[in-house]
């Protein structure tokens, strides 16, 4: 099908061809053949890479043409979100048409995305923006729910389930499209969302799925091939098979230590086939890195990426993430050693992906598990890059003959797991009936089952037991206060409508109020201590050596913690964990280095940022229900600690990290050099601004500008952040 002949507007189609999109493929031929054009809803399940965002980009084009209604367009994750974000706005940008990316603040309805036409954003910040009664919902045209498997996920699969189940209730009009590489009941999840289901395997690169074992690799198609073994060992053998073709590789690995460990075994391959080129441009991105962020985890990566590999992991800062992608997208990085959230997130195909390892270590049971048909097939998926390669390979290793047959049958020939709802989850339950109510979406008891008949949950498993579970849940909130049922009534009380609001598990808020209205003192450590123990904290597992000085700060500590340790053992190692955190908040914002961070609490600066958004976000939410409960003294103490949290620093810093560009560490030196306000600031010569140490002459002219401007940071408040923790 050929774009000049689709019922497009001519810009829409100029900008098509522009691009090199000349003809369709056929996922998205056969997307508009369906109807995608006139408004009908569709899931689509079409491999990686065989353009399924085009069918999303026409579906756009047809709706802001013909009706000038909003695009909602919602993924899993934040950099899902930038990606599609970046590839949106300059697709809809020259066509006129506003393109917004919301993905922070859960406490507000945006209303200021009223004047955009395409608003792409998170699962979570869509249904916080129901829970706010955003007006500008309701010009929503089209949904466009991408990665739309991610509904049977367990920890965030029932949000988004109950955002689509809400979506079709509030916007019955709306056309609903969904976008996935792997649903194996396509049919089922395409019913629930009255829809078309289409399926397609086609790929512009043939994908070749096989089984590395002892130089020879099987492919599901009966085919071998021999690998070179000139290392005698199996990663080292593929890799250096696929360098001497002039080819990349991505290859998975579960733990952050081995993908650090591996690409420093690949470096001494990738170095050997950098050209001087290459090697100019990689000393360029890593100079780029160290000024940007120098820290000890920067310094092992660029060690590696100078010499063409890389490791790739939610450990590692965003700027850092990014500038692996793109220097392997441009060819300048070989091989690329990631975690699986690479798989999930953006786009970086390759020649070869070769998956590592298939167990992971579920730190909740305290065993190792195998991975999914649908992780492994979402790798696989990865490998092929367009317009370069004719064949992509995705390579399991096998270590015994035996294992050959097994991995084949079980996870290359096999279909992905079946996508089931997760609705049953209590937790989920709590606040998505909590968000319902407050919302005004249900105000009976009728009108809750109503939404619970719309769900996924209720198409496949029993209806009778999810609302039985609802009512064990609404006295959980009646007597938390926060609703108030009476007969078959239902309504939020003010209480229950903030918390809602402020995007938080009802537990959360529970121990929240409790923790709060007791008559003690608090210090920094009780506050932290109270967010960590929050349902919605991430937790840091106890390493070996970490119970000995967790032991000490209990019995120095113990008086300022919120709550006394347990006695049962395992609860103790929970609690254990959950100090870790408040510990690690502590140190953060009484400005310990981050290296000394990262060293002692084994995490990285994609988890430091995490950790400290998430902790930013419950002081928030913690100082609104101290105002109201009426507790001033801690709404006051809780609206500081959540600047120190925000920036890592001390009280005295708060007044000059409001200058835009300045963070902990320049703040920390101009204090010490006697700049410790911005009237300070504002009385100082430029001269003696410029001699503190990371200030310097371009930076102490614009402080001056800046203070004498007003131009200082006013940021809402964070975002929830958890989509980033791994």
């Not at 209990?554 to 929970?574: A, C």
């Amino acid at each position: 099908m050929r774009v000049e002949g689709l019922p497009l507007p001519d810009g829409v189609k100029q900008a098509l061809l522009r691009r090199g999109i000349s003809e369709l493929y056929p996922p998205q031929e056969m997307a508009v053949r369906a109807g995608l054009l006139d408004g009908a809803n569709l899931v689509v399940m079409a491999p990686t890479a065989s353009g399924k965002t085009l069918i999303a980009v026409l579906a756009a084009a047809a709706k802001l043409d013909r009706e000038r209604g909003k695009v909602l367009y919602l993924t899993p994750l934040r950099s899902l979100a930038s990606e599609k974000y970046e590839e949106l706005s300059d697709f809809f940008g020259e066509l006129g048409y506003k393109v917004a990316l919301s993905v922070g603040d859960y406490d507000s309805s945006d209303e200021w995305l009223e004047k955009y036409d395409i608003i792409v954003t998170t699962n979570e910040k869509a249904d916080s923006l129901i829970r706010h009664g955003a007006s500008w919902l309701r010009k929503v045209a089209l949904i466009v729910a991408d990665e739309i498997h991610m509904v049977g996920e367990a920890s965030r699969g029932p949000t988004l389930e109950l955002l689509l189940s809400r979506l079709k209730r509030i916007l019955p009009e709306s056309q609903i499209l969904g976008l996935s590489a792997t649903i194996r009941n396509l049919d089922e999840i395409a019913e629930w969302l009255d829809a078309e289901p289409l399926s397609c395997n086609w790929r512009p690169v043939v994908l070749k799925e096989g089984v590395y074992y002892d130089g020879v690799i099987e492919f599901a198609d009966g085919t071998t091939r021999d690998v070179e073994r000139k290392y005698d060992d199996p990663l080292l053998d593929l890799v250096s098979d696929t360098l001497s073709e002039g080819g990349q590789v991505l290859v998975f690995t579960f733990r952050r230590r081995s993908a650090v460990n591996v690409a420093a075994r690949f470096a001494v391959l990738t170095e050997r086939v950098l050209g001087r080129s290459e090697r100019a441009r990689l000393k360029a991105v890593c100079d780029h890195l160290l000024i940007r962020e120098r820290n000890l985890i920067n310094e092992k990566l660029v060690a590696l990426l100078s010499k063409g590999a890389a490791f790739h992991h939610a450990g590692l800062s965003n700027f850092a993430r990014k500038l692996v992608e793109d220097a392997f997208r441009g060819n300048a990085v070989k091989v690329v050693v990631a975690t699986p959230t690479l798989a999930a997130g953006v786009n970086l195909p390759a020649r070869r992906v070769v998956i590592a390892d298939r167990h992971r270590y579920n730190v909740e049971l305290g065993v190792h598990e195998e991975i999914s048909v649908m992780e492994y097939k979402q790798m696989a998926g990865r490998a092929g890059r367009p317009k370069y390669d004719k064949v992509g390979e995705a390579i399991l290793i096998a270590r015994t003959l035996d294992e050959v047959e097994y991995l084949m049958e079980e996870y290359v020939k096999a279909s992905p797991e079946r996508i089931t709802s997760k609705l049953s989850s209590e937790r989920a339950l709590r606040s998505q009936t909590l968000a319902e109510v407050a919302s005004g979406l249900s105000n009976t008891l009728g009108d809750l089952q109503e939404t619970l008949a719309r769900s996924l949950y209720a198409k496949q498993y029993d209806g009778a037991y999810l609302a039985r579970l609802v009512i064990s849940v609404l006295n959980e909130l009646a007597a938390e206060g926060f609703v108030e049922v009476k007969d078959e009534f239902i309504r939020a009380t003010p209480l229950g409508r903030r918390v809602s609001e402020l995007y938080l598990d009802p537990r959360t808020a529970s121990l929240m109020i409790k923790g709060l209205s007791l008559s003690r003192e608090f210090t920094d450590l009780t506050y932290l201590h109270l967010l960590a123990v929050t349902p919605d904290m991430p937790r840091l597992y106890l390493r070996k050596g970490d119970r000995k000085w967790l032991d000490a700060a209990v019995e120095e500590l113990g008086r300022e913690l919120i709550e006394s340790p347990p006695e049962d053992p395992d609860e103790y190692e929970f609690f254990l964990a959950n100090l870790k955190v408040a510990l690690l908040l502590l140190d953060w914002i009484e400005e310990k280095p981050d290296d000394y961070i990262y060293e002692r609490y084994d995490i990285g600066p994609g988890d430091l940022y995490s950790l400290t958004q998430t902790a930013e976000w419950l002081a928030y939410a913690a100082a609104e229900i101290s105002k109201l409960l009426g507790l001033t003294a801690r709404f006051k103490e809780l609206v500081v600690l959540r600047e120190r949290i925000r920036h890592g620093i001390k009280a005295e810093l708060i007044e000059l990290v409001s200058i835009k560009g300045i963070g902990r560490v320049r703040a920390r030196a101009l204090y010490t050099f006697g700049f410790k306000s911005l009237a300070d600031i504002a009385r100082a010569p430029e001269r003696d601004l410029a001699a503190v140490p990371s200030i310097g002459p371009a930076l102490a002219k614009k402080l001056k500008e800046a203070v004498s401007s007003g131009e200082l940071v006013v940021e809402q408040p964070a975002a929830v952040g958890l989509d980033e923790f791994f």
